[in-house]
């Protein structure tokens, strides 16, 4: 199992859904960064359950506890291990599942390739484990902060309702004003109302995060292989439910001439190479162009539904299941930070990665 | 820079466009897999230049040799290196380059990184590095084809120009057959003359590689971050030109209801478990579950036209560009063997991974 | 800070001396091995503070909680997450060194690399990192009994104190039966007033711990550049207060020439390929053969003293320090299980990486 | 097999002692470097056999062939391949062992290990493979170079001739002017007269180089695993035919008290923090503290000797074997180089990660 990210700013997440606890440690941190607690909690509480009638009912604090790598509230370089405990466990919710494979789940591939598994609540293949990438992802973003890089994620597609306008377009900053997390606030309304009509039916439902970043300078990202849209492409693909990864033209700028899709170079009145479009999406030969970095991320509907479905027990048996946990309709609304925290790793890795580079 | 993919079967790769050589070392190879170098030669052949008028006239005979690791036609275990020698340089050609930013090309992200680079041909970011990857791609088929798996790519797109079948409605033994890499002659015709249209007006054109992996056993991929598909996504991206991934439903499955999206389990007249339908495209929880495999990829046009196009040059002063080398219209049914390459990387080093899984 | 060891078995270690805990993630540790928790707790105990007068008062329960990677008593294959929380931490004991660089510690190289450091105890310097290691070794060690493989680490030299007898003329069994944790009941005691003496001195005391690794199968360690001893050698390099590493020969074997060093090989009555002499130490071009492997690690003196001595302060001011906390007269006795479980990692890795070296 | 060094400045060596060439590809070498090919080509020369009648005859004019990854006698940051043409393969010299096992060779493991080997004079075992690591440390030097740090190596000892003098008090400027590679030129012509004579009697001997490291800052190292006598450690130890590796005291400094060996903390004239005493080997806590480091490494004798032997074939049958080829007497000589070129890798890495640890 890979629970390791990243090359410089490196982090190790462990933990089970309904084990004592999950958590994170984060190597490879720089010395001297502020290490704003508050700010790692409420990055924290943006991801967390119950936060409105569309999301999961489970009762998590998700409070986050620092037990080493940080000393009068600056990071020192060494390690930082943050734990957040499991408080509502239940497990007795998923002992029905003990032998059950669960549609879509990862119950069948990881009781055939570990020959054992921790069954409650999904074990390590529950989306719980993304908390643990949004307390490190929450600690990359204050070091992006410090250089004036912002990540901003938003939801901008559920089912077939689909935002039309661009981020630039949008004003991004009342994307948490609602429980959708969509900067829209009519559309918001729409997708929340459709969100409910699907709980109320016990079925689930996909979309799409959008996600922008901006300010980030000319150079990060490593080509052949670790380009900056392949890293982050890659980051966006670790997270439950993620099916597709595209960033600037993406899938629709296959059907463009090149002379189209062609972005022409200026230099704008700062002296400052810029380009007039942006079908690059911020990234050239797999590094950042200086142009802000636009990319879309397709999550599936969960898999868990309340409706019954044909499966198979771990005997091969015909069965049929029905979820009865406590559930998320649509992953959306909580996905938006995940989204954010996974770029902000990506980012922080290539900004001490693109460090080493020159000599002198 | 990050010339190295991979983790267990590694590849090293390098060179520039016009140096004196591109190459690969592949640490991690089993030892005793059978080296078919006539196979291996046959994959470059298949990605190399001048195989049709809508292909770059770039003469090269991308002659591979084996200068390491192989003793009497099998592998030693030891680290494999395959130099492929630049011919046709032709280092004039390039010389008008050496101050000017290409729109859409890696000449400026480049330059602000290093500080200095091999602007001849696009150096380093040229897509002649990819000719190192199919050869390693190649010997992973052959370590693949031991094991009953294989990887089938073909152009999908063009354009607007799509084929409305999927991978099984098709027969994909006919991809080769003809300049395009599109397994339906009829609208392989159909693009063929499009992109030579596109060509005649010194214009480009994107599309999309769809891939199929079939025989791949259930565990392959190691969640949570090298998930099976994340990988994919990240080698997939790493590709010159690559916009957006893809795999099972895709985008299109954000649109899905769960009870629509959900692939059920049944268990098969052999005792396999497998799955109704499959939206999950072969994997879940990140972990190959045995059903085909199967993602899109996709291409934006080809940078290079040869229109004149509005751009700046090192000092930051206002310049008009336009191509002149030898480029290719379209870069897709080139692509096809680059992307099964990779595939093919990605796979193998899977296979080596799990072998390490399970005690005893 | 690389606070990571390991390809396959990887461990990631975090904590300082007078932080709210220590611990490790081990990553890697196949599924399916029995998680025996008494066996690591007793491993620790080893390790502890306070178990005879020779050893440091710091009073420690050293009791391991486990958080994730295990579910009911084997290993999953997920990150096991090991915790053990600092009780006897009396940070005020320290207050005096916040700007004192101690000779021969890390205070003043920290100081300069970090630009920050937790001073409290040695922070993240302190050898109290190595009861993390201690428990990812015991899990190590768990792996290696069910395949016969062991780990004897002993003390065999303390000043000049020195075992003239080889291991294989010692009765290893009794290494635990005395507090130096020496082979030798005669030398042990010897060398426990001697260490005893040099405690009431207010002084310090090196030695050497020696370390033998029976039952390793033939193949282990990887060529050219991870060879067994040389991954041997950085392990034990690791561990606090090291300045030297030898296996086999050794250093004497310079003296020795090639008709006299060279092993010959024999068939033994069971038809396996044995040497006559072991001054390979039973590695031959870095991979083992199947032969004892032995090696001896040198431990300078203790740096603490609780003798005045000349230092400077972080303002380069000239000063007198002095130890004051509870510090060990000789740390060679807790060292024993410190080395035996970087052995152990260091062999569980080369085990798990082996299984991908050959094909089919 | 493993044939990567280092986390950023990385190499990749490849190539067998008879196949068509060996090699490296360096990756992470920092764009901007003057590439220095005739101090290459000049470094190769002091490895290369044939210097003197005491090493091998082998005929190699080891002329190195840049491939990629420099452009106008720069180093662009892409990786840097260079090869080495094998001109005197011979391979007929080596039939007569396909089938043999040569004692305190590596023909028994790599047999086992990986089923299949290039039986040719050692092949991938052979110390033909350092030739690639001196070209890359020779460019390592060069980075070093630039910081005014520098690597001097020499032979201090061989067989029981063991030169008494410290580093400090020998002009290590003399090295060079000897066969041998001893500093001091009186204990170098007895050196050579003893080598002279063993290889007369077809026997060979071992001995140590030492090497000094002048000029290193302060902070190069990570503790805790990646400590930098840990990286030195693992670089000498993975180089052929070293048994033991000490830095500063060393193994004697286990006989010191504490308060003999701890070096006590001044500021010197130029407000410098140094150590009166350099017991430490200027390292502390893993990292460099701004003193000359030293190390020793003991070399074992050579396994091939003209001698007849006992020892066994594949089939397990007793067999004589006895050298024939070209070979050593005693690699001390040729070994200075390959120290250092080791030494500068592990130092360049150090230098580049080094980069990353502070934030802002």
Redesign the interface.
Known sequence: ?????GK?F?I?????SH?????V?V??C????TFDLAFIQQELDRRKPGQSRITTQRREADTV?????V??E????????M?IWNEDQRSKDYSHIADQ?R????D???Q???????YRGG???SAR?TAARVAAGALAKL?LA?LGVTVQGYVS?V??LKLEKEYHELDLSLTDSNAVRCPDPVMAQEMFDFIDA?RKQG??????VSCVLKGVP??W???????L???L???M??INAV?????????A???????????????DED?R?R??TN???GI??????GEDIFF?V????????M?E????NRE???ILVQGKGRHDPCVLPRAVPIVEAMAALVLVDFY?????????
Chains 1, 2, 3, 4 share one sequence.
């Open positions: 199992m890979s629970s390791t990210y410089i490196k190790a997440t462990f933990g089970e084990g004592a606890a999950i958590g440690v190597e490879g720089p010395a001297g960064v506890q620092v037990l080493s790598g000393f009068e600056k990071t020192t370089g060494t390690p930082i291990s734990v494979y549609p879509s789940h990862a069948f591939t990881y055939t390739k570990y020959g054992v598994r921790d074990g390590r293949s484990e070091v410090d597609q089912g077939k699907i079925d689930s439902i996909g979309g799409i000319v150079g990202g490593e080509p052949v292989f670790d380009k849209h392949a890293e492409g890659k980051a693909l670790s099916k597709g990864f595209e960033y600037g033209s993406g899938f700028g296959v059907e463009l001439l090149g002379s189209e899709h062609n972005d022409a170079f200026y230099t002296g190479v380009t007039r079908h690059s999406g050239q030969g797999g590094i950042s162009n879309n397709a999550f599936k509907p969960v898999a868990t539904i409706q479905q044909e499966s198979v091969g048996e015909k001490l990665r693109d460090r080493t580079i020159r000599h002198k």
